[in-house]
């Protein structure tokens, strides 16, 4: 009898919604790094060929595509670096969080 009466307490209690606000928080996060991953690799790439190689140094139409294209393959790696970080920082601040209680 005193089973029941603590489930039907249990029942009672206020959902746990720190899993809901974890799970926006990562949902956030993952949206955030995909626009830098699309936007900044491509922007980087237009801008350093235009302005970069072809404005400031001078080179050929070829060339330029060249380097860009390396420009914009550094620039994946480094947000790709930052996203694990992040996600690597965020869920170690959960798991702290989460062995607290």
């Not at 993952?30 to 072809?54: N, Q």
């Not at 970080?85 to 062995?99: C, H, T």
Request: hydrophobic share 50%; glycine share 4%.
């Amino acid at each position: 009898m005193e089973r029941l009466d603590k489930a039907a307490l249990n029942a009672l209690q206020p959902p746990d919604f720190r899993n809901e606000s974890s799970l926006a928080s990562t949902l956030k996060t993952l949206l955030f790094f995909t626009a830098l991953m699309i936007t900044v690799p491509i922007g980087l790439y237009f801008t350093t060929k235009s302005y970069v190689f072809e404005g400031a140094f001078g080179m050929s139409n070829r060339d330029s595509y060249f380097y860009a294209a390396i420009v914009a393959v550094v620039a994946v790696h480094v947000v790709l670096a930052l996203f694990v970080y992040v996600a690597w920082n965020e869920g170690s601040r959960q798991w702290r969080e989460g062995k607290q209680d």
